[in-house]
Nanobody
């Protein structure tokens, strides 16, 4: 049984940082591209960033370019999202997805507020 789990969310002040982690059991993430998505209250889920299976290609939404960094450690079966210079509009439930599969995590809440 495959389980994808996100962690690292929390409450942070504007300008602060958080590092999210995505790991899985029952599946080697090293075989797949991984995407981070977020959903704010009342809004549709949007793509934030993704990384290729080997980590040599990354993509970012315009809204997070220069502030967020996606990375992976395949030896630890984990993908990370480093989020710096956080803004209130970054608030939402952050999910990771094993790309092109039905495997999503349950999400981790990020709240940016003073």
């Amino acid at each position: 049984q495959v389980q994808v789990v996100e962690s690292g969310g929390g409450l942070v002040q504007p300008g602060g940082s958080l590092k999210l982690s995505c790991t899985a059991s029952g599946l080697s993430l090293a075989d797949w591209a991984i995407g981070w998505f977020r959903q704010a209250p009342g809004k549709e889920r949007e793509g934030v960033s993704c990384i290729s299976d080997r980590g040599d290609r990354t993509h970012y939404a315009d809204s997070v370019k220069g502030r967020f960094t996606i990375s992976r450690d395949n030896a630890k079966n984990t993908v990370y999202l480093q989020m710096n210079s956080l803004k209130p509009e970054d608030t939402g439930l952050y999910y990771c997805r094993v790309q092109t599969t039905p495997y999503w995590g349950q999400g981790t809440q990020v709240t940016v507020s003073s």
